[in-house]
């Protein structure tokens, strides 16, 4: 059939100029005929970016009719055709850790209830992913971590870092009125890459400033870095809407108002429009209705059980 064999060489060697090597065509020739595939399909096969080629949901289920035999093919497309006009199957999202109970406060059940046919992967991990070589549909990440080759949608509204820490560290070493002063105070820092993350931004005069911050502690999960805070081990710096309940009840204070940075919230990101499968598009449209109107102490709180 035609472009099926081009399909599986494309799959088996995640990528295209290596299909047409070894199938000795040019790679404007798979290209072509992996996109008459998807039309007579209608649904997208790959996920592409600059960095990998990985497999959509619907290509993995036609990979798995293809390759036994050339009699299952006609089975395989007509299985993975069914992905290109219904709402239905996995669909992975990856997230920063300390997101997930806005996410879930915020989108279910009602999500999962408006499409019974869909099976949402909530992943949460704060270091830096190649969305589409790792599986994953979509990820969410803050406005100005998403990368440039993908396309963005914006969720929530932008807010403020603040720096925090515990009435009794702040009683016992006084408060820092200027960037300048954590140089004397023990901070938590949250590293997600080797790279580290020992520099802090603020903003002094419209301008912004980087400052050098030290301390006993690192760690890689925002939520830990919020529990030694809270222990008193030292100040940490964050988005404010991921302490709320804890400002709310006094059990963490904030230093440095003036000078915090405004960021952008967080941005939902996948490959392309023309990509989104429609699980992908029905979660976007659910989730910009949702999330767009300002965080709460409450979206950070266990749900009361109706």
Partial sequence: MDGVVMFLAVAELRGFRAAAARLGVTPSAVSQAIRNLEARI?????????RSVNLTEA???LLAHARPAAEMLST??????GFGDEVRGKLRINAPRAALPLLINRLL???LAAHPQIQLELIGEDRPIDIVAEGYDAGIRLGDFVEMDMVSVRLTPAER??????????KAQGRPVRPED????RCILHRTDASGADHWRFVVRGRPVTVAVTGPLVINDVDLCIRAALRGVGLFRLPRSLVMPYLDNGTLETALDAFGEDVPGLSLYHPSRSQAL?????????????????VSAADYLPMAAD
Wanted: net charge positive; hydrophobic share 45%.
């Fill in 42 to 50: 209608g649904s997208p096969l790959f996920v592409r970016t600059t």
């Fill in 59 to 61: 290509g993995e289920r």
């Fill in 76 to 81: 395989g497309i007509d299985a993975a055709g």
């Fill in 109 to 111: 059940p009602d999500f």
């Fill in 161 to 170: 870092f603040v720096v925090v820490g515990t009435p009794d560290v702040f």
């Fill in 182 to 185: 954590l140089h004397g105070f």
């Fill in 278 to 294: 429609p699980k992908l598009r029905a979660f976007i449209e659910f989730a910009v209705m949702r999330m767009r109107h300002p």
